[in-house]
């Protein structure tokens, strides 16, 4: 190439707009969640992620490309999912729940995975520790060490008394359950109430509940039981008893109380790591991170319907009161 022509090139590429000569291929995201993808909560947080990543400058069909995966609660089916992203070679993926997590990191150690909502990573094995997770997998927790034992003390205000509580969760989708089992058996004896554990995995177990008549039912965090929710709540509600749940969403539909963290802001946390590591972080160097954020909500109609009477503090200090 001639001098002349190196000049005609030269004004050319000077001429071009900056967002051109900065364009770059797109990147691509794999999104893994254990809610179906017509349920509302699997709805309402793939719209929070993807206006998370649009403040960091991250666009659908434009510089990122975002595979969507939704497991609808069923074990089977991440697992055959997890094996479809994995394939597609994303450059990061993001796991939502916990069943995610243990499904993507049997399958790679190399591409970076972010997760949400996830309970106790550290025992799980999918972190070596909070502050230093080492590794390829980073996120932030839905869970910390205090929060079972608010769960069983709301329940213990509400009047009539209740003094048998039933705890309500999927062994298969809820491997942390023994965790937070110790912490409810350990208030229990503070509060004299007894805790029964039921495990459920499908509907016949699910609409049992509904016999139980005698206390009062603790759902914990397991994407089974939300994936089943209209279920488990029409079975609460034959037997006519407080119940305490671990996500907004079920008061919201009907249940009588929840106290819980805010997996909203956990997606939009998440976006920022997942910005950091596609410009270069390493998950290895970014720490765990446990909930910051808080939620306590009640439903006085329900409370009416079952003849329960909720204490004056503690509708004073929720968050969302459905009247």
Same mark, same amino acid.
């Given at each position: 190439?001639?001098?002349?022509?190196?000049?005609?090139?030269?004004?050319?590429?000077?001429?071009?707009? *900056?967002?051109?000569?900065?364009?770059?291929?797109?990147?691509?995201?794999?999104?893994?969640?254990?809610?179906?993808?017509?349920?509302?909560?699997?709805?309402?947080?793939?719209?929070? @992620?993807?206006?998370?990543?649009?403040?960091?400058?991250?666009?659908?069909?434009?510089?990122?490309?975002?595979?969507?995966? *939704?497991?609808? +609660?069923?074990?089977?089916?991440?697992?055959?999912?997890?094996?479809?992203?994995?394939?597609?070679? /994303?450059?990061?993926?993001?796991?939502?729940?916990?069943?995610?997590?243990?499904?993507?990191?049997?399958?790679?150690?190399?591409?970076?995975?972010?997760?949400?909502?996830?309970?106790?990573?550290?025992?799980?094995?999918?972190?070596?520790?909070?502050?230093?997770?080492?590794?390829?997998?980073?996120?932030?927790?839905?869970?910390? +060490?205090?929060?079972? +034992?608010?769960?069983?003390?709301?329940?213990?205000?509400?009047?009539?008394?209740?003094?048998?509580?039933?705890?309500?969760?999927?062994?298969?989708?809820?491997?942390?359950?023994?965790?937070?089992?110790?912490?409810?058996?350990?208030?229990?004896?503070? @509060?004299?109430?007894?805790?029964?554990?039921?495990?459920?995995?499908?509907?016949?177990?699910?609409?049992?509940?509904?016999?139980?008549?005698?206390?009062?039912?603790?759902?914990?965090?397991?994407?089974?039981?939300?994936?089943?929710?209209?279920?488990?709540?029409?079975?609460?509600?034959?037997?006519?008893? /407080?119940?305490?749940?671990?996500?907004?969403?079920?008061? +919201?539909?009907?249940?009588?109380?929840?106290?819980?963290?805010?997996?909203?802001?956990?997606?939009?946390?998440?976006?920022?790591?997942?910005?950091?590591?596609?410009?270069?972080?390493?998950?290895?160097?970014? /720490?765990?991170?446990?909930?910051?954020?808080?939620?306590?909500?009640?439903?006085?109609?329900?409370?009416?319907?079952?003849?329960?009477?909720?204490?004056?503090? @503690?509708?004073?200090?929720?968050?969302?009161?459905?009247?």
């Amino acid at each position: 190439m001639n001098r002349r022509e190196c000049l005609a090139l030269l004004g050319m590429l000077t001429a071009m707009p *900056s967002s051109v000569l900065a364009q770059q291929p797109a990147r691509r995201l794999g999104v893994l969640s254990v809610t179906a993808a017509d349920d509302v909560i699997g709805q309402t947080r793939s719209a929070i @992620l993807v206006e998370a990543l649009g403040r960091h400058g991250w666009k659908e069909h434009d510089n990122l490309r975002i595979d969507w995966r *939704s497991g609808a +609660g069923d074990r089977t089916r991440i697992a055959r999912l997890a094996d479809e992203l994995i394939a597609l070679n /994303p450059d990061i993926l993001l796991a939502v729940g916990t069943p995610s997590v243990e499904e993507l990191r049997r399958r790679t150690t190399t591409i970076p995975i972010v997760f949400a909502v996830v309970t106790d990573p550290v025992s799980q094995g999918f972190v070596e520790n909070l502050a230093h997770p080492g590794g390829n997998i980073t996120g932030f927790t839905d869970y910390d +060490g205090p929060l079972a +034992g608010k769960w069983l003390e709301m329940l213990t205000q509400v009047t009539p008394k209740v003094s048998r509580v039933v705890v309500v969760y999927n062994p298969a989708t809820a491997p942390f359950a023994p965790l937070m089992l110790r912490t409810i058996e350990d208030a229990a004896r503070t @509060l004299h109430v007894t805790v029964e554990p039921a495990p459920v995995n499908d509907a016949a177990s699910i609409a049992a509940l509904a016999s139980r008549r005698d206390g009062g039912f603790l759902i914990l965090p397991d994407f089974f039981t939300m994936a089943n929710r209209g279920q488990l709540l029409a079975a609460i509600a034959q037997a006519r008893v /407080p119940a305490v749940f671990w996500s907004r969403t079920f008061v +919201g539909e009907g249940g009588l109380m929840s106290y819980s963290t805010d997996s909203a802001e956990q997606l939009r946390r998440a976006a920022d790591y997942i910005d950091r590591i596609l410009k270069g972080a390493r998950p290895a160097d970014l /720490p765990v991170q446990n909930p910051t954020k808080f939620e306590l909500a009640v439903n006085l109609k329900t409370a009416r319907e079952f003849g329960v009477t909720l204490p004056p503090g @503690l509708i004073a200090l929720a968050n969302d009161v459905i009247e």
